[in-house]
Structures are given as structure tokens and as C-alpha cells.
């Protein structure tokens, strides 16, 4: 079992719905959680951390934890063109600290 | 202010051979991560140096290598190249360690024939 574990679409959405990223992970001792955005051919550059089970928006992006699930989620709301992107969920477990990605899931949102 | 800086930025190299990396991180950030990327893989984290140490190390074999001066960069090496180390490895620093807010550089795209 994949420490992080992504759906790897791509995921076609049109322009002003809603899209929405999941992710597992398999460590129950994880803490902080995270989604990074890479466009192709460039590196991630990070949109939203969580620490805490709920939500947490920031303009049109909302995370979603579910620490009891295992459950991480990204919802982008009134999705642009811009968005198109790979989306990157990643997690720093309870014993390995260091960050761990999940394999990405590719989002195209059609104009 | 300046970002994560990496060279060389594309490198092509030959089976064998030994290839040196080098991140210069954000001022006064003192954590460099690396990681290799790969379509197959994904990000794959390598190490990471803190004050000059490694602090922590993935599931590579022990011809990747890594070191960190006391300005903050930091140098990737690898040594006896494969077809397969052929990948985009990403520096990333970040202010204190074990975090999960990295800033990523460019990459170094390093091509093995």
C-alpha cells in the first residue's frame, strides 16, 4: 500500500464547476497535510497546508480533512482554465517526518 | 526575493559517470529537501540537511549523496550513473525542518544515456 495514495485522472472539469481532488494516506500517526499545484514543466509550488480535521478555504480553494478516514480532499471552486495543473497531495507521517507525496492527479479544466 | 536556485539547470551524462547538484536555498532558510521526479515515480523524496547534517534519508541506494555547507547550500551527488537515475530532481528549502511548506527550485533535469 502506497503511503499517499492519489487518483491519477486526469480529471476533466468545465469551466466554473467545482473540482474535486482526493487522497488516502496510510499512516493513522500523520499530522500536517498538504496540496501542492505543479503546472507542466515547472516545479510544485504549494496552495494550501491542513492541520486539523474540517475545512479550511482560502479564496476558491477549500482542504478537507478527515484524520478518522484518513482522508484529505481539495475542492476549487469556480474552476478556471488556470487551474489546469497536476495536483500534488502530500503528508508528513507520524514516524518518518519527512514530507511524502502522493503520485498527483491531473486537472483540466475545459473553457 | 531570490528563490531556490539549481544548476546546472539540464545535464546529459553517460552510464558510469558521476554527476554533482546544487541548490542554493532562499535566505535564511536552513532546511534543503531533495527529491527526484519521474512520470513513473512521482516525487520521491531523497534527504534532507538541517544545520549541516542529514536529518533524513528515502529509499535510495547509497550512490545518491548529499551535503550541506554551513551558508545553507547544498550539493546532490551521484555517483556510477544508471539509465534509470535519468530524472528531474527537485531542491526545496523551507525555514525549519520537518515542515511541510517547501519551496521548490527550478530543477536539474539530468538525462543518463
Known amino acids: 500500500q502506497k503511503e499517499v495514495e492519489q487518483n491519477s485522472g486526469p480529471l476533466s472539469v468545465p469551466e466554473g464547476a467545482i473540482a474535486s481532488l482526493n487522497c488516502t494516506y496510510s499512516?493513522?500517526?500523520?499530522?500536517?497535510f498538504f496540496w501542492y499545484r505543479q503546472y507542466s514543466g515547472k516545479s510544485p509550488e504549494l496552495i494550501m497546508s491542513i492541520y486539523s480535521n474540517g475545512d479550511k478555504e482560502d479564496g476558491r480553494f477549500t482542504a478537507q480533512l478527515n484524520k478518522a478516514s484518513q482522508y484529505v480532499s481539495l475542492l476549487i471552486r469556480d474552476s478556471q482554465p488556470s487551474d489546469s495543473a497536476t495536483y500534488l497531495c502530500?503528508?508528513?507521517?507520524?514516524?518518518?517526518?519527512?514530507?511524502?507525496f502522493g503520485s498527483g492527479t491531473q486537472l483540466t479544466v475545459l473553457p | 526575493k531570490a528563490g531556490v536556485t539549481q544548476t546546472p539547470r539540464y545535464l546529459i551524462k553517460t552510464r558510469g559517470q558521476q554527476v554533482t547538484l546544487s541548490c542554493s536555498p532562499i535566505s535564511g532558510h536552513r532546511s534543503v529537501s531533495w527529491y527526484q521526479q519521474t512520470p513513473g515515480q512521482g516525487l520521491q523524496f531523497l534527504f534532507e540537511y538541517f544545520s549541516e547534517t542529514q536529518r533524513n534519508k528515502g529509499n535510495f541506494p547509497g550512490r545518491f549523496s548529499g551535503r550541506q555547507f554551513s551558508n545553507s547550500r547544498s550539493e546532490m551527488n551521484v555517483s556510477t550513473l544508471e539509465l534509470g537515475d535519468s530524472a528531474l530532481y527537485l531542491c526545496a528549502s523551507s525555514f525549519d525542518r520537518e515542515t511541510g511548506e517547501l519551496f521548490f527550485g527550478e530543477g536539474s533535469r539530468l538525462t543518463v544515456l
Open positions: 502530500a503528508v508528513i507521517g507520524g514516524s518518518a517526518r519527512q514530507l511524502t
Open positions: 499512516d493513522r500517526g500523520s499530522q500536517s
